[in-house]
C-alpha cells in the first residue's frame, strides 16, 4: 500500500494558521475570531466584535480585526490523526454556544426579527495567517452561493478578490485594507462598478 512521504519540517510549519471574519450587511459589521480543527469554527474564546456601519471607521476595523486574527487558535496536528470525538463534541457546542449568543446579542443590538433575517445581505472578507512562518495575512473576499453560504475564487484567475497585508501595518491601514478587499465580494450589499459590468452588446442588422 502507497503511504506518502512525511511531511518536512517547512511543510508542517505551513499549515498552521490563525483565521478572521470580517462581515458587513447594509446596517452593521462584525468581526469574528475563528479557531481551526477539521474546518474553520467560530473561536470559543477569540475576539468578537460588532458595530453599526456608519460608526466601523478604518481604524476600529482594524484594531478590533487585529485582536481577532492573534487571538485566533489552530488545534489540528498535521500529520497525526484527528483530535477525536471525545474532543471534538465538546469543542463543537462551545463553539456553537457561544456563536448563537453573539448572534443573539446582534440580533437585538440591530432590531431584527431573527437571526436568519440578519444575515440574509452580508458579505464577507476572510483572512489566513500561516503564523509559524510568515509575517504577513492574506485578505480575500467572498461572493454569496446557492443556500445562504459564501465560497471564494481560485487565486490564480481572480488576484484582484486577494490581498498580503504586513502584520506591521498601523491599524488604520489594516481597516482601509478590509474595506478595498470588501468592494471586491459580489452579494446582495456590494455591488460590481458600472465599469466592471458586461458591456451590452446591440443585435446586428
Keep these: 500500500m502507497f503511504r506518502p512521504p512525511p511531511l518536512t519540517p517547512e511543510q508542517i510549519k505551513a499549515q498552521y494558521r490563525k ?7 447594509p446596517k452593521f459589521v462584525a468581526i ?8 474553520s469554527y467560530f ?10 456601519v456608519e460608526e466601523a471607521t478604518p ?32 469543542m463543537e457546542k462551545a463553539s456553537n454556544t457561544r456563536r448563537l449568543a453573539f448572534f443573539e446579542e446582534m440580533r437585538q443590538a440591530y432590531g431584527f426579527k431573527t437571526i436568519d433575517t440578519m444575515w440574509r445581505k452580508d458579505d464577507i472578507v476572510a483572512s489566513d495567517w500561516h503564523y509559524r512562518i510568515d509575517d504577513f495575512m492574506t485578505l480575500y473576499a ?20 486577494f490581498l498580503d497585508v504586513p ?8 481597516g482601509q485594507a478590509l474595506l478595498k478587499i470588501m468592494d471586491q465580494c459580489e452579494g446582495y450589499n456590494v455591488k460590481r462598478p458600472v465599469s466592471a ?4 452588446k446591440k443585435p446586428k442588422g
Excluded: M
Aim: hydrophobic content about 35%.
Design 43 to 52: 473561536s470559543r474564546t477569540g475576539w468578537c466584535a460588532h458595530a453599526l
Design 19 to 25: 483565521s478572521a471574519d470580517f462581515c458587513r450587511t
Design 167 to 174: 502584520l506591521s501595518v498601523a491599524d488604520e491601514e489594516l
Design 32 to 39: 469574528i475570531s475563528k479557531e481551526i480543527w477539521r474546518g
Design 142 to 161: 467572498s461572493r454569496r452561493a446557492g443556500g445562504g453560504g459564501h465560497v471564494g475564487w481560485p487565486r490564480v484567475k481572480f488576484p484582484q478578490k
Design 59 to 90: 481604524l476600529w476595523l482594524g484594531e478590533n480585526f487585529r485582536k481577532a486574527l492573534l487571538s485566533s487558535e489552530y488545534f489540528n496536528k498535521p500529520g497525526a490523526k484527528e483530535l477525536g470525538l471525545e474532543n471534538i463534541i465538546p
Design 197 to 200: 459590468r458586461p458591456v451590452s
